[in-house]
């Protein structure tokens, strides 16, 4: 049963382009969540996402950032007109009725 | 609004010596508690949860933590700390309320362990 997958591992983007982050759930999770990791601090919730539907985006920023997970495929984290700023870790999670399951993360680098 | 607070972000300990790692929580609801353990470029790893229950939780590689309501408390310990402990450790809370997957994390304690 392999776990989260998200991809790409390590993601180099000038900034003003666009960064993608994938994230791919445990065979049987609906639920998935991504949260970010800033260079010394905790991991910060930022969505939380159903098949089709946004349950809860209170932790994304309100501009430049949006999240999907579609009837087929993975969930899609998308980051628009990337700054230093947004250069973090970036983790997903996907849950079953008792526990969180993280994928290994995608480490975003903005140049 | 909750928030976890994990008191000192390293601790430093020998190899064989107690391992004890302090979070403290405030929630307006009954939370469901967990720590987790990330080691370096990894993600994160589930070492242990209290629901309900049993107060005294054990987890993963000989980990434990206690759930003390009246200190609003959750502390993580391990008796005899290996080197392969050597990872930064996250306690997190969520609402009973809400999914096991919408986390409020602590800012994480670095263990490092010394021969």
């Known amino acids: 049963n392999a776990g989260v997958m998200q991809n790409p591992r390590h993601l180099v983007r000038r900034r003003g382009q666009e960064a993608r982050l994938r994230c791919s759930p445990m065979?049987?999770?609906?639920?998935v969540y991504w949260y970010r990791q800033l260079p010394e601090e905790g991991l910060k919730f930022m969505v939380y996402l159903q098949k089709e539907n946004i349950i809860d985006e209170s932790g994304m920023p309100k501009e430049r950032f949006s999240a999907e997970f579609p009837k087929e495929g993975p969930s899609i984290l998308r980051i628009q007109q990337v700054v230093r700023g947004d250069s973090a870790a970036y983790f997903c999670?996907?849950?079953?009725?008792?526990?969180?399951?993280f994928g290994q993360g995608t480490r975003l680098t903005v140049v | 609004a909750q928030s976890v607070t994990q008191l000192g972000s390293h601790v430093s300990v020998s190899e064989g010596a107690l391992v004890l790692l302090r979070c403290n929580y405030s929630?307006?609801?009954?939370?469901?508690l967990f720590w987790y353990v990330q080691y370096p470029n990894q993600g994160l790893q589930l070492l242990l949860k209290?629901?309900?229950?049993?107060?005294l939780v054990k987890g993963i590689n000989g980990f434990e933590a206690e759930f003390k309501k009246s200190e609003t408390s959750f502390h993580l310990t391990k008796p005899s700390a290996h080197m392969s402990d050597a990872a930064e450790y996250f306690c997190?809370?969520?609402?009973?309320?809400?999914?096991?997957?919408?986390?409020?994390f602590g800012q994480g304690t670095i263990l490092t362990v010394h021969p």
């Open positions: 209290y629901t309900t229950g049993a107060t």
């Open positions: 999670a996907s849950s079953s009725l008792a526990e969180a399951f």
């Open positions: 997190a809370v969520s609402d009973q309320d809400t999914s096991y997957g919408k986390l409020t």
């Open positions: 065979k049987g999770h609906s639920h």
């Open positions: 929630s307006s609801v009954p939370p469901y």
